[in-house]
């Protein structure tokens, strides 16, 4: 079966290679490949230097262009599974391995991988974590699916999964919006018990005021999701 895993990259020129070797080193049987988003430092200069697999886009598309851009390059290019993977070293490579034998065993469609099933690892902070159980609380509100971890930016995706996601995609913070997506077209989803690290380098694009139109935003965008059921 052949596997890759998709790194969305904006300005990780910190943290890129580290991520990319934790993959090689720990993830055997995945390709990889780096989606660029127009990063501002050297993220791909450093790619470069370090013959890297890149694809770079010419303009900033966010975290869901990035992420659908990856996704369209791992169904054209015949993979039966992707896995999104954070560029900023919060996730570790040794799960991947054992979510693809999940998802092989249960016939999963998008298995995500959830900090907050057995609560080891970097639990996130206290902001973020309200707004994940709120997600979570909206999510099973109107789909009836419990996601423990909605925000989490490690999910595995089979070819259906990924087809849908190459041609249409959430553009801003996408992970909730797009599985509530998945789960209208009765796609199944489940979770799989990961430990996540806290960032290493670099800041987050959610700051404490974003905050705000983050939850508004998304939750409007699962509310016009779910009415296409």
């Known amino acids: 079966m052949k596997s ?9 020129e910190k943290s890129i290679v580290k991520t990319v070797n934790d993959i090689k080193e720990n993830a055997k049987g995945f390709d990889y490949v780096i989606v660029n988003d127009c990063s501002t430092d050297r993220t791909l200069e450093i790619c470069k230097e370090n013959n890297l697999c890149v694809l770079n886009l010419p303009i900033n598309l966010g975290i869901g262009g ?5 996704y369209l390059y791992a169904y054209k290019n015949g ?16 799960f991947l391995g054992e979510m693809r ?9 998008l298995l995500i991988g959830s900090r907050f099933i057995e ?10 974590r309200f707004g994940i159980k709120y997600f979570s609380h909206l999510i099973k509100l109107l789909t009836g699916v419990r996601i ?3 925000t989490s930016g490690m999910r595995m995706a089979n070819r259906s999964v990924m087809e849908i996601y190459a041609n249409c995609y959430p553009k801003d ?18 979770e799989y018990p990961v430990v996540m690290r806290e960032r ?6 959610i700051s404490p005021i974003r905050s705000v139109y983050y939850m508004i935003k998304v939750t409007l965008a699962i509310l016009v999701e779910a009415l296409r059921r």
């Open 4 to 12: 890759i895993v998709i790194i969305p990259a904006y300005n990780e």
């Open 66 to 70: 990035a992420v659908q851009t990856g």
């Open 79 to 94: 993979y039966d599974y992707a896995v999104q993977f954070d560029g900023d070293g919060q996730h570790d490579a040794k």
């Open 101 to 109: 034998d999940y998802m092989e065993s249960h016939d999963v469609d």
């Open 119 to 128: 609560k080891e690892g970097f639990q996130s902070s206290g902001l973020r």
């Open 148 to 150: 423990t971890d909605p």
């Open 173 to 190: 913070y996408p992970e909730p919006e797009s599985a509530v997506a998945i789960l209208n077209v009765g796609k199944k989803i489940e």
């Open 200 to 205: 290493e380098e670099g800041v987050s694009s």
